[in-house]
């Protein structure tokens, strides 16, 4: 079994960076190396809950342009705030607030939280494009066929996504 980590550029649907890891790999610790991966400051980042941890809120920071970068990713139910926050934990401590005031669902709606969907979205179309399979038997060869997978991705995205409307 492989992990396939992929970092979506909300704007664009456009795979940005990915990463191949056995099973065993925690998602939270192939942030730094995802986002290493892309070459302009962030702006944002949305994740879901697995990814509150410290480091990855870290990351967002060094990656972004200064404390600008929003990071959207809802924490626990039990979540506290933090005392004495790094500037990177203060937008944790700005989920939490957020959530006890209007609620976790809302939150969705109203941070912008629901853009998230988009990687899950890409995810589907990998998997029912590329497949759910690997074909090479080498970990290299593998990690080689995402690169390729992700690229033919990107280039069908260019050429055109369907527009999607809400019909009530």
């Known amino acids: 079994w492989r992990k396939l980590h992929i970092a979506v550029d909300a ?9 191949l890891t056995a099973r065993r790999t ?14 302009h400051p962030l702006t944002s980042v ?16 060094e990656r972004g342009e200064g404390p600008a970068v929003r990071v959207l990713i809802p924490p626990g139910r039990n979540a506290q705030l933090s005392p004495r926050p790094s500037t990177a934990l203060r937008e944790r401590n700005r989920n939490i607030r957020s959530i006890r ?3 976790r669902r809302e939150w ?5 939280y629901s ?6 979205n890409t995810m589907y179309r990998y998997k029912t494009i590329i ?23 990107n280039t069908m995205t260019r050429l055109g996504l369907p527009d999607s409307y809400r019909v009530a």
């Open 108 to 112: 969705h709606t109203h941070s912008g």
């Open 46 to 61: 949305s994740a879901d809950g697995a990814y509150d941890t410290h480091a990855v809120y870290e990351a967002a920071q």
């Open 131 to 153: 497949g759910r399979s690997m074909r090479s038997r080498s970990f290299d060869g593998q990690q080689a066929e995402v690169q390729l997978a992700c690229g033919i991705l």
């Open 11 to 19: 704007d664009t649907g456009e795979i940005v960076a990915s990463d």
């Open 26 to 39: 925690h998602d939270c610790t192939q942030v730094p190396a995802l986002l290493d991966q892309i070459d």
């Open 115 to 120: 853009k998230r969907s988009l990687v899950e």
């Open 101 to 103: 005031e209007l609620g």
